[in-house]
């Protein structure tokens, strides 16, 4: 690779260790994974929840010291910046929640321990992909995060859900293979796949052009954004709603924040790239919001939902290099938005995942009902939830850096996704059933999801200090 | 300072909160937490109004800040205009409340609803902060949709669709003229003050904002065309929803109006103004003729609202229009009276409506007669009522129409054609009054009861204040003029 000429000459030994130790959150994730993968394969698998449960929070934890740190190790490939730190700081605990929610769903069956283990290598790769500083890294990022989770999708092996895995699948290995294909132009062009070389690129626009939109599609994909989402709802629908909960929020926000990554080192207005970007944006807003309105299934209703919430996502990686709020407006927002996604679908792996299930749930089940009108509300984005802040601060390094329709666009959109939500609100408070059982470890995530959706919210200020 | 606006504004809250989190509460239970939540709050609202709005400016205002850097904070504060309006909203609850001591299906849910929604109403009128403004305008929305649909008339699921979706859609535009405010505004901030001290959007700007809040607010208060969500609203709606949503909700619209249109956007809806006075006189006459037309008490006084909210319309325009500030103190003075009135005269009359209705169960004018000497204290309320109601002087409605129709007459002497409208309502009330209670008792009235004691406590504050505002206007318009005065109308 080029950008090992540049590295710095002398005490390759000490770089090294210090990259090693820049990466000691990654490598606590691997070593949580290989451990857990070790425990299941001695049969204890009720060893392997509580040791993946610690080893990602301590991986976490690893984070915050390197908080504010702006730097990148091995010649450059991989960034230890903002929006990597952040990722780490957010999509580690949501992998935890995820994996708390699933232990009722997989307990005491065989494979227990696998689950955890694709879990958490699943976050490596969206890791990987939120830190991405060489287009080698945006693959593994998304080879690594799809093949953990293709099984994940699969898992209860009854008809639905193995061809909601197939489908993954295969639409995963096209559009991987796509990205692969198309990125090469980049190389061929600029002689390095760093990212951070992209800038060369202005010398051959085909190449760019080629690159960008086999990139766009590879990550598109794993963000499903329209139109490369036609597999989410299936693949949300078909695993346990635990899983659904992980695709939507983990790998998702990995994907997002490398096109950031790249949108960062593109030359200004390279090849029409925010528009290119703004296109996919308003059609994932408009389309997920129009697709979730006649959704009488929860976890499709939440899928296309999620589809809308990667568009409104898109419009801070609009205003990366734009706007001095793009960065912070991404980490906030993400962070509001796992804690009420996974929250809304731990009350789904409650009720059920029938819209029918849901009536009554208000009456029967007060606490969770009311959580679950927060999520909503905050997924809509009302003050003053996480979702608010999340979407005010996107919309205005949207508007900031230029792109004030794009911003009326997911403003609209937004009022729009009111009625998706109130759909589950209204039903939420018509005749009452009876009351669902609710496991222990459920409650434990809804309770957590609420704490921050309502925390990023009021403490916005707090976050946006640590962020900036 | 005692923090008494936010105490107004977040006691019924947590009275919602109470009944939210004790399910095992039974009706009576439940009805004595609402009482007594909206009670502490008409008496906290007492303090506010006792303490008024200082040199007529924003006063008691309360700040916490949010997000400092984004220019997003909780800000709440009363002046002239929104104090009566304040206490309007914390009278009506606490009447409504009353008046549903009867409602034993579901009662725990129906009272956390009213007392959301009154958290919502107060909220509207005490907010400084657009953001802040805005939620609780939608949440409005959310509350009266679920009582209308949970506890309304035969066609309510339709009638409560309707209302969200005609007020949901409506209130777009007002975000969109609050973001134009906001990009303006330097350094951006979403306080509504500032908006006001020195108004951000000019030109054309200005021009599409106003328009965006016009429809918004055109469509709450309502306005011909957008009216037609009411009459359906209304006549489905429990009849406490029908106070709150004429008393209180409807004055959202106009309140609104004045603060957002006529303070944020002044010289775009002086260049609008005569459209606005256009609209708002051919909108009072055709309520009054449409309420001419109706059978079914209900909907008469529904359309009846169409037109005394164009009067308040007609109050806004003029002021925008005039460059005489005195004019325009006089014509806003007249305009904020007039909601005032309103809020209180069709609240009595949709609550002895109401009590008719429980004992005949039918709302046809052609169904009774002679129905004073049966139920006199019920007859002699609504004749009183609807005294008020079509302009008589010494009661309520009288001090505000004439403010507004003297300043007309100096701005818009052809606006005075609206006076119009007050023969066609007292027409429609007295044949309303002839049909009803006069004439021979038909024999399957004979039996029907008076207002009983819950009724009297509801419906007799009312009528007392409907006195007390005509005989003594200046009550409420000393607090009203000098805000009216030092916003220095020009």
């Known amino acids: 690779m080029n950008g090992m000429q540049d590295m710095p000459q002398g005490g390759g030994g000490m770089q090294m260790a210090q990259d ?237 924040f490398a096109i950031a990554q790249i949108a960062r080192d593109l030359p200004a207005g390279a090849s029409g790239w925010p528009l290119a970007v703004a296109a996919l944006a308003v059609l994932s807003m408009t389309y997920g919001n129009l697709a979730a309105l006649v959704q009488e299934n929860v976890v499709r209703l939440l899928a296309y939902s999620a589809i809308a919430q990667s568009g409104y996502f898109l419009l801070g990686v609009v205003a990366v290099g734009e706007s001095g709020l793009a960065v912070s407006s991404l980490v906030v927002f993400a962070a509001a938005y796992a804690a009420m996604n996974i929250g809304a679908f731990a009350v789904v792996a409650l009720a059920g995942r029938d819209l029918r299930d849901f009536a009554g749930l208000g009456r029967s089940r007060p606490a969770a009902g009311a959580a679950m009108v927060v999520f909503l509300i905050s997924l809509v984005g009302i003050p003053p939830l996480g979702g608010f802040v999340g979407k005010f601060l996107l919309f205005g390094a949207a508007i900031d850096a230029g792109f004030a329709w794009l911003a009326i666009v997911g403003i609209l959109n937004s009022v729009v996704s009111l009625a998706v939500y109130l759909r589950i609100v209204v039903s939420m408070y018509g005749r009452a059933k009876e009351a669902p059982v609710s496991p222990r470890p459920v409650a434990a995530v809804w309770v957590t999801a609420l704490v921050f959706t309502v925390g990023v919210g009021l403490a916005a200020q707090v976050l946006l200090g640590r962020v900036a | 300072m005692f923090p008494v606006v936010s105490v107004t504004l977040f006691l019924p809250l947590l009275g919602a909160l109470v009944l939210v989190f ?160 906001y990009l303006a ?29 016009l429809v918004t607010f055109f469509v709450k208060t309502p306005v011909f065309p957008v009216h037609t969500w009411l009459p359906l609203a209304h006549t489905e709606a429990p009849t406490a929803g029908s106070v709150i949503l004429a008393g209180v909700l409807l004055k959202m619209g106009t309140y609104g109006l004045v603060r957002f249109a006529l303070q944020m956007t002044p010289d775009a809806f002086r260049a609008a103004a005569p459209y606005v006075a256009i609209l708002a006189v051919f909108s009072a006459l055709y309520g009054a003729f449409v309420a001419l037309a109706q059978t079914d008490l209900k909907r008469l006084v529904a359309y009846t609202s169409v037109n005394h909210m164009g009067y308040v319309v007609l109050g806004v325009a003029v002021a925008a229009a005039t460059t005489d500030a005195s004019v325009a103190a006089l014509a806003l003075d007249g305009a904020v009276l007039q909601m005032v009135s309103h809020g209180v005269v069709t609240g009595v009359l949709f609550l002895l409506v109401g009590a008719l209705q429980d004992r005949a169960h039918t709302r046809e004018m052609g169904a009774f007669g002679g129905l004073l000497r049966a139920a006199p204290v019920l007859g002699w309320g609504f004749i009183l009522a609807a005294f008020a109601s079509l302009g008589l002087p010494a009661l309520a409605h009288f001090p505000a129409e004439f403010q507004i129709f003297l300043g007309t007459l100096r701005v818009y002497p052809a606006g005075v054609l609206v006076v119009l409208g007050i023969v066609v309502t007292a027409g429609l009330y007295l044949r309303a009054i002839v049909t009803v209670f006069l004439g021979e008792l038909p024999e399957r009235w004979k039996g029907t009861k008076d207002l009983d004691a819950r009724e009297l406590l509801s419906i007799g504050p009312l009528l007392a204040l409907t006195v007390l505002i005509g005989v003594a206007p200046f009550l409420v318009l000393g607090v009203v003029h000098e805000t009216t005065r030092a916003m220095g109308l020009l």
């Open chain 1, 20 to 256: 090693l130790a820049l990466l000691a959150p990654e490598i606590a994730v691997l070593l949580t994974a290989v451990g857990a993968l070790v425990f299941e394969m001695l049969r204890l698998p009720k060893v392997s929840l509580p040791f993946t449960v610690i080893g990602l929070l301590v991986a976490a934890g690893l984070t915050v010291p390197l908080l504010g740190t702006e730097t990148t190790v091995f010649s450059e490939t991989f960034r230890v910046d903002a929006l990597s730190e952040w990722a780490k700081l957010v999509l580690l605990p949501a992998t935890v929640l995820c994996v708390v929610l699933s232990y009722p769903e997989v307990k005491d069956t065989d494979r227990e321990g696998t689950v955890y283990v694709l879990f958490s290598m699943t976050a490596l790769g969206a890791l990987v992909l939120a830190g991405a500083g060489d287009v080698m890294f945006l693959v593994i990022g998304v080879l690594l995060s799809s093949v953990g989770s293709f099984p994940l999708v699969a898992y209860p092996r009854d008809d639905r859900a193995t061809e909601a895995g197939m489908k993954y699948f295969v639409f995963g290995s096209v559009a991987l293979a796509v990205m692969i294909f198309g990125i090469t132009y980049w190389f061929g062009a600029t002689g390095s796949t760093l990212i951070s070389d992209l800038p060369r690129l202005s010398g051959a626009p085909l190449a760019a052009v080629f690159g960008l939109v086999a990139a766009l599609v590879g990550l598109g994909y794993k963000a499903s954004l329209v139109p490369f989402h036609f597999w989410a709802p299936d693949a949300y629908d078909g695993g346990p709603v635990s899983v659904a909960a992980f695709l939507s929020v983990v790998p998702k926000t990995g994907a997002i």
């Open chain 2, 22 to 181: 004790l399910p095992g509460l039974s009706a009576r239970a439940a009805h004595l937490v609402g009482l007594v939540a909206a009670g502490l709050t008409l008496v906290a609202s007492g303090v506010v109004w006792a303490r008024g709005a200082l040199g007529g400016g924003f006063s008691q205002v309360e700040e916490v800040p949010w997000i400092p850097s984004l220019g997003v904070a909780y800000r709440v504060g009363v002046d002239g205009i929104s104090l009566p309006l304040v206490l309007l909203t914390t009278v009506l609850f606490f009447v409504a409340l009353v008046f549903s001591l009867e409602i034993t299906e579901r009662a725990r849910s129906y009272v956390a609803l009213f007392l959301l929604l009154e958290t919502a109403s107060i909220g509207v009128f005490v907010a400084l902060d657009a953001i802040v403004f805005y939620v609780f305008f939608e949440v409005t929305l959310v509350g009266m949709y679920f009582i209308i649909a949970d506890w309304g008339y035969e066609g309510r699921q339709r009638a409560a669709l309707t209302f969200f979706i005609y007020t949901l859609l409506g209130s777009l535009p007002l975000l969109l003229a609050i973001l134009g405010l």
């Open chain 2, 185 to 213: 505004s330097q350094p951006n901030t979403f306080d509504m003050r500032e908006y006001i001290a020195d108004p951000p959007l000019t030109g054309l700007a200005a021009m599409l904002a106003l328009v965006a809040m």
